[in-house]
């Protein structure tokens, strides 16, 4: 699995919010200056994501709907990226794969996307915003 510019623009977007989360709305291209994103991409990103109340217009922008301890990195990297799963067997396609049923290694590629979905579950955007501080 590799996180694709998508999801770490995603992740960086939203700390972004969160850094900047006074309750006002923040110009995107205020965002994307910081960051150092085009403003293009960066409004396909924030409208996939669907994590933020977004005002068109002057004295708009966008802010966090939630608080930043509300906000599971996992939540916004799936949300960008689709599927987080290892091995595309583990898609959540109907069908899978034809040789899940014998397949001996199944095992291990459950027990790592189980290992990475806790792991992204458990980090908040206040959680990166403390790690920064560090």
């Known amino acids: 699995m590799m996180i694709s510019t998508k999801g770490r623009y995603a992740l960086r977007v939203m700390l972004d919010l969160a850094d900047h989360n006074t309750g006002e709305y923040i110009p995107l291209k205020d965002i994307a200056q910081r960051q150092e994103i085009s403003v293009k991409y960066l409004e396909n990103i924030l409208a996939s994501l ?14 966090l709907c939630r608080a930043p301890e509300a906000y599971a990195a996992g939540e916004i990297i799936r949300l960008a990226e689709g599927s987080l799963a290892t091995v595309s067997c583990l898609k959540g396609e109907k069908n899978g794969c034809e040789k899940a049923g014998h397949c001996r290694a199944l095992p291990l590629w459950k027990g790592l996307d189980q290992v990475v979905d806790e792991y992204l579950d458990s980090v908040s955007l206040a959680d990166l915003q403390k790690m920064e501080e560090n």
């Not at 669907?50 to 708009?60: E, M, Q, S």
């Open 50 to 63: 669907n994590l933020v109340d977004a005002i068109r217009g002057k004295g708009g922008g966008y802010r």
